[in-house]
């Protein structure tokens, strides 16, 4: 069982270039998301989504882009990259969006640089 | 969306101590939960806590909960080298449209000396 799945694990940009980062999880849950980690803020939610074709805004949805096409895949796209943009990106998913208490399992992240 | 607030940020400890961490939080909750991060890794679930529930165990972690107090501690008992990592408590917020989501605090750096 695989899990949730990301690639690339590093990546480095050009400012204004674009990407997209990828994310995959194989336990047929309706919730992921993205979210980035910085240092000395914690983890902050982009974007979510419930279910195949519905997406949400986080916490901090500025230069960032979702779909959710299938139930499995959920992939970031930075629209053109900035230098504020360099940090750890996580995807997550869940069971149950019905439910308020499932836990997230994450995936290993995807460390981004824009220079 | 509120976000807990971890105390300590950092805590250094010989193995075989016990380790406390401590979580607040602003407004009421559904559910606290706390998450492990190795270095360089995604975070791991740990336990999750209702917000009808005081305590709760898992092995060697017990967490409990005050919601007149709004704050959670994670305890740490005979802790290893191999609990070195950072811990984080994460919120679902209570309110229709938080379903999944969660807010994380800042995170407690746990360093165990062998």
């Known amino acids: 069982n695989a899990g949730v799945t990301q690639t690339p694990k590093f990546q480095v940009l050009k400012t204004g270039q674009s990407m997209t980062l990828q994310c995959a999880q194989d336990?047929?849950?309706?919730?992921m998301s993205w979210y980035r980690q910085d240092p000395g803020m914690g983890l902050r939610l982009i974007h979510y989504s419930v279910g195949a074709g519905i997406t949400d805004q986080g916490e901090v949805p500025n230069g960032y882009n979702v779909s959710r096409s299938t139930t499995e895949d959920f992939p970031l796209r930075l629209l053109s990259a900035a230098p504020s943009q360099t940090s750890v990106y996580f995807c997550a998913s869940s069971y149950r969006v019905e439910s308020r208490n499932s836990p997230l399992h994450f995936g290993n992240g995807t460390r981004l640089t824009v220079t | 969306s509120q976000q807990g607030e971890e105390d300590p940020q950092a805590l250094s400890i010989q193995e075989g101590e016990n380790a406390t961490m401590n979580c607040s939080y602003k407004?009421?909750?559904?559910?606290l939960q706390w998450y492990r991060q190795n270095s360089g890794r995604g975070l791991v679930h740990l336990i999750l806590?209702?917000?009808?529930?005081r305590e709760k165990h898992s092995g060697r972690l017990r967490v409990t909960l005050d919601t007149s107090k709004k704050s959670s501690s994670l305890l740490i008992t005979a802790s290893r080298a191999a609990d070195t990592a950072s811990y984080f408590c994460a919120l679902s917020n209570a309110g229709g449209t938080s379903y999944g989501k969660l807010t994380f605090g800042q995170g407690t750096i746990l360093t165990v000396h062998p």
């Open positions: 336990m047929n849950h309706e919730y």
């Open positions: 806590i209702r917000s009808n529930e």
């Open positions: 407004t009421s909750i559904n559910n």
